[in-house]
Nanobody
Framework: QVQLVESGGGSVQPGGSLRLSCVAS????????MGWYRQAPGEQRELVAR???????NYADSVKGRFTIARDNDKNTVYLQMNSLKPEDTAVYYC????????WGQGTQVTVSS
């Protein structure tokens, strides 16, 4: 079981930036593929970015070119740098393994509004 703690969300204006962090408490983190997911009100949770154990990344079309996922295996942490934020990016953001399994963390709220 992986305990996941997300942070870094907030309220920003369109065009702004945020950097999300997720600390995963489990030995073997460096071997896991990790993902950032989001869930907007009334919508299903969706994968927005993932990074494998080798550092290869993949993004949803909606965030490609604006979001960057990275990991620091020494800190058991995965990051999501979000630039050029849009109102449609408003959601609760979660991290988990990819594919996702086990309990989700509490998530971190991102609100993009003028």
């Amino acid at each position: 079981q992986v305990q996941l703690v997300e942070s870094g969300g907030g309220s920003v204006q369109p065009g702004g930036s945020l950097r999300l962090s997720c600390v995963a408490s489990r030995i073997g983190f460096r071997l896991m593929d990790m993902g950032w997911y989001r869930q907007a009100p009334g919508e299903q949770r969706e994968l927005v970015a993932r990074i494998d154990s080798s550092g290869n990344t993949n993004y949803a079309d909606s965030v490609k070119g604006r979001f960057t996922i990275a990991r620091d295996n020494d800190k058991n942490t995965v990051y999501l740098q979000m630039n050029s934020l849009k109102p449609e990016d408003t959601a609760v953001y979660y991290c988990n393994t990819y594919p996702a399994f086990g309990d989700w963390g509490q998530g971190t709220q991102v609100t993009v509004s003028s």
